[in-house]
C-alpha cells in the first residue's frame, strides 16, 4: 500500500487549502481512509476520516464544519479542503488507511501511512 499526500502550503488565517492523498497497491473497498496531523512538541491526533465507498464521515470535533473529506473515485484519492483557517491548525498532515470501515480515531488503528505535507497557518 501507498500512499501520497500532497497539496499543503502557507496560507493566512481564515483562509482555505485542499490537501491530497493518492492511494495505490491494493484494493481499498473495505478500507477507512483518514487525515491526521501533528503540530511542534505535540501528540499526531485525528482530524477526519472517511470510507472508501464514501458513504461515512467523521470529524474531530476542532475540524467539524470547517473541514470537508472526501473520495475521489476518479483519481483513486481521499482529499481534504480546510477552510476558515486557524493559525492552531499549523502542522504536518499525514494520510493513513485502515482494513476496516469502522471509525476510529487512534493512530494505532491506522496501519498504512503516507509521507506528511506541511500546514501553515498565519495570524
Known amino acids: 500500500v501507498q500512499l501520497q499526500a500532497s497539496g499543503g502550503g502557507l496560507v493566512q488565517a481564515g483562509g482555505s487549502l485542499s490537501l491530497s492523498c493518492a492511494a495505490s497497491?491494493?484494493?481499498?473497498?473495505?478500507?477507512?481512509m483518514g487525515w491526521f496531523r501533528q503540530a511542534p512538541g505535540k501528540e499526531r491526533e485525528f482530524v477526519a476520516s472517511?470510507?472508501?465507498?464514501?458513504?461515512?464521515?467523521y470529524y474531530a470535533d476542532s475540524v467539524k464544519g470547517r473541514f470537508t473529506i472526501s473520495r475521489d473515485s476518479a483519481k483513486n484519492t481521499v482529499d481534504l479542503q480546510m477552510n476558515s483557517l486557524k493559525p492552531e491548525d499549523t502542522a504536518v498532515y499525514y494520510c493513513?488507511?485502515?482494513?476496516?470501515?469502522?471509525?476510529?480515531?487512534?493512530?494505532?488503528?491506522?496501519?498504512?501511512w503516507g509521507q506528511g505535507t506541511q500546514v501553515t497557518v498565519s495570524s
Open positions: 472517511i470510507t472508501w465507498s464514501g458513504d461515512n464521515t
Open positions: 497497491g491494493r484494493t481499498f473497498s473495505y478500507y477507512r
Open positions: 493513513a488507511a485502515r482494513s476496516s470501515r469502522v471509525p476510529a480515531t487512534a493512530v494505532s488503528n491506522y496501519y498504512y
